[in-house]
């Protein structure tokens, strides 16, 4: 089942990373650094504020409905949305007074959280009641919708504010239509219970996720702060296409591994559970690590050709620094953290965000004046690292997480295979060319999806072998 999951998330997921790729492809060619500055700054500061007041809303969603079907907290889960909605007017002046930026910017920050708290709760949804397929197509359609009506609005002269007015359209659009999925009968009503039960639940959720939003926004806050909109433009570009890369196969497992879990702890028990993270944590691994370590090889060629040229060489310089944040913030936020919600302590997930943002913080302040957008990302790496230790040490106070030292040396095995002649093909053609680029990533895929085999990495060589009627044997 997690593979048939994972699979579809994939789709989704890798359908949604395709046309956010295409997205930085085209409006970093449209717009100047400094308009998309404007949505990087925009996307930060919504993303704080959802998480503030929508966090606590879908992980009680995630968290509840997942134990079964005789689980329904819909209807309750949309009066807490809706009563963190009444409260926006209040945000918007707080954002604008206590940043200190323009009334446009904050306005377009406080409509996109709402937007993306109502689109991520519907999804949640789905992901509870292991509706794989309805959240695929709600993901494809958001991402669609989203891109068609930002460049209309670009082209139209809307510049930055177009784009972030476009986002907020592929998450109602979406929202909307996928509706009758989401809250079809039968629905239990509203439970004041229920909904007290949330709030205990939910409140430590809430703060934790500030906190991490907090932290996933302060790189680029600092460097809007500290080097303009302009520096925020081009870092946050670079940021994005990472994200996108990386991001799409970490979700495609995570979806999975979350509801799985907390069904296999409720149904089958504590063994079950592990057996499953033990599972889950190796597939991780082995679909985030070769993303990660491929793109870090032919990040300058790569810049060259995908974004536009006022981006292309700062960025060549950050993706290989970045890609390592990425990879610790996977471990991170969504393998590490499963413990806390096996466990129900959101508490612990306020501490580790919190050693997270403190180490963030403190590395931001040393090191982005001496080097600038590098001493960034640099700050970013050295604080998910650090968050994926916390989180390890702190998930012994839940549920602890099972240690699979054979299953991830399997996994860095592979990707060093695939590595070696990756690195020599990208290496030996000085030229920016797009054959030479689809030349090494061929290649690093099909060496690493041979290892991979040979490995019998996440048991897919079983998989396969058994799928083809032949005898798997031996692993």
């Known amino acids: 089942m997690l593979i048939?999951?994972?699979?579809?998330?994939?789709?989704?997921?890798?359908?949604?990373?395709?046309?956010?790729?295409?997205?930085?492809?085209?409006?970093?060619?449209?717009?100047?650094?400094?308009?998309?500055?404007?949505?990087?700054?925009?996307?930060?500061?919504?993303?704080?504020?959802?998480?503030?007041?929508?966090?606590?809303?879908?992980?009680?969603?995630?968290?509840?409905?997942?134990?079964?079907?005789?689980?329904?907290?819909?209807l309750t889960a949309l009066a807490a949305y809706l009563a963190s909605v009444l409260t926006m007017p209040v945000v918007?002046?707080?954002?604008?007074?206590?940043?200190?930026?323009?009334?446009?910017?904050?306005?377009?920050?406080?409509?996109?959280?709402?937007?993306?708290?109502?689109?991520?709760?519907?999804?949640?949804?789905?992901?509870?009641?292991?509706?794989?397929?309805?959240?695929?197509r709600a993901t494809v359609v958001r991402a669609f919708s989203a891109i068609a009506v930002s460049y209309a609005l670009v082209q139209a002269g809307f510049g930055g504010l177009g784009l972030v007015a476009g986002v907020v359209a592929g998450y109602v659009v979406s929202a909307l239509l996928f509706s009758p999925v989401v809250w079809k009968g039968p629905r239990k009503p509203f439970d004041r219970a229920t909904f007290n039960i949330m709030l205990g639940f939910g409140i430590p959720m809430a703060l934790s996720?500030?906190?991490?939003?907090?932290?996933?926004?302060?790189?680029?806050?600092l460097v809007a702060w500290l080097l303009g909109d302009a520096a925020a433009g081009v870092y946050g570009a670079a940021a994005d296409l990472v994200r996108q890369i990386i991001l799409f196969p970490a979700l495609s497992v995570a979806s999975a591994v979350v509801p799985l879990a907390i069904r296999s702890l409720a149904e089958e028990g504590a063994a079950a559970a592990d057996e499953h993270l033990t599972r889950s944590g190796e597939l991780l691994l082995a679909v985030v690590m070769p993303a990660v370590v491929g793109l870090a090889i032919v990040a300058p060629h790569f810049a060259a050709l995908i974004l536009g040229p006022e981006f292309r060489d700062t960025a060549a310089v950050l993706i290989p620094i970045l890609v390592f944040a990425w990879l610790f913030q996977?471990?991170?936020?969504?393998?590490?953290?499963?413990?806390?919600?096996?466990?129900?302590?959101?508490?612990?997930?306020?501490?580790?965000?919190?050693v997270i943002l403190v180490v963030n913080v403190v590395a931001m302040a040393l090191l982005v004046r001496p080097f600038g957008l590098k001493g960034a990302a640099w700050s970013l790496v050295i604080a998910e690292f650090a968050g994926v230790v916390a989180g390890y040490m702190l998930s012994q106070r839940?549920?602890?997480?099972?240690?699979?030292?054979?299953?991830?040396?399997?996994?860095?095995?592979?990707?060093?295979?695939?590595?070696?002649?990756?690195?020599?093909?990208e290496w030996s053609d000085p030229t920016d060319s797009f054959v030479s680029l689809a030349a090494s990533v061929s290649v690093g895929v099909l060496v690493y999806g041979a290892a991979t085999f040979a490995l019998d990495i996440a048991g897919i060589r079983g998989i396969l072998m058994r799928r083809m009627g032949w005898s798997a044997g031996p692993s």
Do not use: C, N
């Open 4 to 74: 048939r999951q994972t699979s579809t998330y994939m789709v989704a997921h890798g359908t949604s990373a395709a046309l956010g790729f295409l997205s930085v492809i085209l409006f970093t060619r449209l717009l100047t650094p400094a308009e998309y500055g404007f949505y990087v700054i925009a996307l930060s500061i919504a993303g704080v504020i959802s998480a503030l007041l929508f966090t606590w809303v879908r992980l009680s969603v995630l968290r509840f409905e997942s134990e079964g079907e005789a689980a329904d907290i819909r």
């Open 398 to 425: 839940a549920h602890p997480l099972p240690l699979f030292w054979r299953p991830a040396l399997k996994v860095a095995a592979a990707v060093l295979v695939m590595a070696v002649p990756t690195a020599l093909i």
């Open 330 to 354: 996977t471990i991170s936020q969504q393998f590490v953290q499963v413990s806390f919600h096996l466990a129900k302590k959101p508490s612990l997930m306020v501490a580790h965000g919190t």
């Open 209 to 221: 996720g500030g906190v991490f939003a907090l932290h996933a926004a302060l790189d680029r806050l």
């Open 92 to 136: 918007l002046a707080v954002t604008t007074l206590a940043l200190g930026i323009s009334f446009d910017r904050g306005l377009a920050a406080v409509v996109l959280a709402a937007a993306l708290g109502l689109f991520e709760l519907g999804q949640e949804i789905l992901r509870a009641r292991l509706d794989a397929t309805a959240y695929m």
